[in-house]
């Protein structure tokens, strides 16, 4: 059975940095090509950032380009999501997402 499991969410002001992590188990993760994804209050899910963890390539939406960088440890079966220069815009649900599942997510609140 697949599990993904985020954390590392929180309120944060604008201007600052959080860490999400997400621990996966079920599936062979260093084969896998992992996405974060972010639903805002009322909105719909957003793509953020994949990276596949074969060859380490990564893609970001323009959104987040150059403030968040995503990254795997294949040994610890965990991915994560650093996030710099947090906006208001950013507050959200983050979700870790292989094919169609996602963990239960993480709430990030970036305001003052």
């Known amino acids: 059975e697949v599990k993904l499991v985020e954390s590392g969410g929180g309120l944060v002001q604008p201007g600052g940095s959080l860490r999400l992590s997400c621990a996966t188990s079920?599936?062979?993760?260093?084969?896998?090509?992992m996405n974060w994804v972010r639903q805002a209050p009322g909105k719909g899910l957003e793509w953020v950032s994949n990276?596949?963890?074969?060859?380490?390539?990564?893609l970001y939406a323009n959104s987040v380009k150059d403030r968040f960088t995503i990254s795997r440890d294949n040994a610890k079966n965990t991915l994560y999501l650093q996030m710099n220069r947090l906006k208001p815009e950013d507050t959200a649900v983050y979700y870790c997402?292989?094919?169609?599942?996602r963990g239960q997510g993480t709430q990030v609140t970036v305001s003052s």
């Open positions: 079920g599936f062979t993760f260093s084969y896998s090509n």
């Open positions: 997402q292989l094919g169609d599942t």
């Open positions: 990276i596949n963890t074969n060859t380490g390539k990564t």
